[in-house]
């Protein structure tokens, strides 16, 4: 079993920077791939990036390449997305996911789930 909480969301102007963190539980934490998605209002939840269980394989969808950046550290049971450049396409709830698998782009990949956190790019 592995639990999940997000942290970091809030209302941010566009061009503005955001750190979003997910604080995880387990001692095999460092043994899932790790990943990060969103869902905006209306909209199906999507895949933002990934990161392999050492932190060597990342994965970014193509709207947030070169934008975000994602990371981990096993030593804390922690993964970052770090978000710069935000854009009002950006606005969503944020979900961290961990899987037992390859961190692929799809959400039948993912195991575990968090609650998400609130991220909104204002003009």
């Known amino acids: 079993q592995v639990q999940l909480v997000e942290s970091g969301g809030g209302l941010v102007q566009a061009g503005g920077s955001l750190r979003l963190s997910c604080a995880a539980s387990g001692r095999t934490f460092s043994s899932y791939a790790m990943g990060w998605f969103r869902q905006a209002p209306g909209k199906e939840r999507e895949f933002v990036a990934a990161i392999s269980w050492s ?13 975000f ?5 096993n030593a804390k049971n922690a993964v970052y997305l770090q978000m710069n450049s935000l854009k009002l396409e950006d606005t969503a709830v944020y979900y961290c996911a961990a899987g037992s698998g390859w961190p692929g782009p799809q959400i039948y990949e993912y195991d575990y789930w968090g609650q998400g956190t609130q991220v909104t790019v204002s003009t």
């Open 55 to 67: 932190g060597g394989n990342t994965y970014y969808a193509d709207s947030v390449k070169g934008r």
């Open 69 to 73: 950046t994602i990371s981990r550290d």
